[in-house]
T-cell receptor, first 115, second 111 residues
Framework: NAGVMQNPRHLVRRRGQEARLRCSPM?????VYWYRQLPEEGLKFMVY????????ESGMPKERFSAEFPKEGPSILRIQQVVRGDSAAYFC?????????????FGSGTRLTVV | QQQVKQSPQSLIVQKGGISIINCAYE??????FPWYQQFPGKGPALLIA?????SEKKEGRFTISFNKSAKQFSLHIMDSQPGDSATYFC??????????FGGGTRLMVKP
């Protein structure tokens, strides 16, 4: 079991470019969560997805950010027209439902730097 | 109501000492309280967790104390070691499986 796989590990983008971050959940996990961690800060929830559905996107900025988790393939967090303030570590986690299962498993993150 | 407040932000402990990190919450709908450990450049890893019907849980050198009436919980690391130096996050989960994290505590254990 390879765990939650995120790629790329590091991503550098110029202002105005697009950033695409990928997350493959653990085998058997159908729920994916994206969190953002700014330098020296805690993890902030962005979006919660199941296969082909967005369950909760209350933490995601209304503009420039989108997420998907297609039937086949990894979950994608997409940031259009990146700005310097988007520089952060983006972590994906996955879990197995039903309720009662413990916690999430996090990936190692993608560190986005906007120059 | 979704907030989880964590303190201190940073902590320095001598090797062999006890590290104590505290968290407080407001939302009584939280039903699960995990602690995560994060090393630089890595993702958070689940360390230990507790449910609100239990007042204490111990796993090796790590203990969670839970005070339901005060809406507070804490992590105690006994016999702290330099290898424990990391950032620790408390979290709280709603029934819909969403985790809300505290702001983190950077622990340094001096040899």
């Amino acid at each position: 079991n390879a765990g939650v796989m995120q790629n790329p590990r590091h991503l550098v983008r110029r202002r105005g470019q697009e950033a695409r971050l990928r997350c493959s959940p653990m085998k058997g996990h159908s729920h994916v969560y994206w969190y953002r961690q700014l330098p020296e800060e805690g993890l902030k929830f962005m979006v919660y997805l199941q296969k082909e559905n967005i369950i909760d996107e209350s933490g995601m900025p209304k503009e420039r950010f989108s997420a998907e988790f297609p039937k086949e393939g990894p979950s994608i967090l997409r940031i259009q027209q990146v700005v310097r303030g988007d520089s952060a570590a983006y972590f994906c986690a996955s879990s197995h439902i039903p309720q009662g299962k413990d916690g999430y498993t996090f990936g190692s993150g993608t560190r986005l730097t906007v120059v | 109501q979704q907030q989880v407040k964590q303190s201190p932000q940073s902590l320095i402990v001598q090797k062999g000492g006890i590290s104590i990190i505290n968290c407080a919450y407001e939302n009584t709908a939280f039903d699960y309280f995990p602690w995560y450990q994060q090393f630089p450049g890595k993702g958070p890893a689940l360390l230990i967790a507790i449910r609100p019907d239990v007042s204490e849980k111990k796993e090796g050198r790590f203990t969670i104390s839970f005070n339901k009436s005060a809406k507070q919980f804490s992590l105690h690391i006994m016999d702290s070691q330099p290898g424990d130096s990391a950032t620790y996050f408390c979290a709280a989960r709603l029934k819909n499986n969403m985790l809300t994290f505290g702001g983190g505590t950077r622990l340094m254990v001096k040899p």
